[in-house]
């Protein structure tokens, strides 16, 4: 398992050195600077050459920035003659932009468009907001699952007679997977889209009067979504006794006020991202997942074993 060498943007550091110590390696080298217009600058301290070069970096906000460090660290290790260079996007921005509507453009394949460009030979990323996104892709794609690792952390937690929700429809078979993992059932909200930011409960599939619900999702953004979803569970009878899990914390916005519902025991998001510590959320690590995903790569096994 020699010849490799791991390396991070800004983008979640913490993260990449925790993979590093689950590997027993020490992180690489590199320096990132910005000019004072704000351009930035790497320097590869170390040679990559002829090395697996893995990047660990999200690109979370400031998107825009991490995906362009992720971007140029990939091109300096292209250029530096690196044998192959994987690209581990946990979060993957600019995954809801997969469709266009009239005069818009589809930013998920122009930004997998980017990435193929600059010289990355293979991307691991966790739990898409859409799955067809990998079909952007001319590369390998390897879409790993956080479900496994949140429900590990879930099970001690939870009331015997709770029951999984799926926020909507496209979060179905991720409600599914929690449920067959903790031993319980679904139910499922649908809900209207109004804009890019606000979206309407219409109706509820399932039974959840006096239950306590485990709401699912890929994502925490602004957490309007969630409470939402409480407000229609509680008209339906469901406890005030809500539990969250999502795999991507971004907490950006009015998220601090939302997860703050009376609604709300607990959230459990992992460290996709790099966040700011909230009450009552509890952050699950995925570097032992990541680490796993590298050694299977390293002795050419496949990743599939992992969700």
């Known amino acids: 398992m020699d010849g490799y060498i791991l390396l ?58 991490h995906l362009i460090e992720l971007l140029a660290l990939a091109d300096a290790c292209r250029r530096a003659a690196a044998a192959g260079i994987t690209a581990i996007i946990p979060y993957f921005g600019y995954a809801r932009a997969d469709r266009r509507s009239r005069r818009e453009p589809i930013t998920a394949s122009m930004v997998a468009n980017l990435i193929q460009t600059v010289g990355i030979d293979h991307v691991i990323t966790l739990d898409l907001h859409v799955p067809q996104i990998e079909g952007f892709f001319q590369l390998p794609v390897d879409n790993l699952s956080a479900v496994s690792v949140l429900c590990h952390a879930l099970k001690q937690k939870l009331s015997e007679d709770v029951i999984v929700v799926s926020p909507d429809t496209g979060r179905v078979s991720m409600a599914t997977d929690y449920a067959e993992r903790l031993g319980t059932s679904v139910a499922i909200l649908h809900k209207r889209r109004d804009n890019g930011s606000e979206t309407q409960v219409t109706h509820l599939v399932g039974d959840v009067k006096n239950r306590s619900c485990l709401i699912i999702d890929d994502m925490i953004a602004t957490g309007d979504t969630i409470v939402n979803c409480i407000r229609a569970l509680l008209d339906a009878g469901a406890r005030p006794d809500m539990t969250v899990a999502a795999t991507h914390g971004l907490f950006i916005g009015q998220a601090e006020a939302n997860l703050a519902d009376q609604g709300i025991r607990q959230v459990f998001v992992t460290d996709s991202v790099l966040t700011s510590r909230h009450e009552n959320v509890y952050s699950v690590s995925i570097a032992p997942l990541i680490a796993s995903a590298i050694r299977q790569m390293l002795i050419g096994e496949s990743l599939a074993i992992l969700n």
């Open 8 to 65: 991070t943007g800004n983008a979640n550091p913490a993260l990449a050195s925790a993979v590093a110590a689950e590997l027993g390696v020490p992180l690489g080298d590199c320096t990132l600077q910005r000019f004072p217009d704000g351009e930035i600058a790497i320097q590869l301290n170390e040679s990559v050459r002829r090395k697996e070069v893995f990047i660990i970096q999200p690109t979370s906000p400031p998107v825009n920035d």
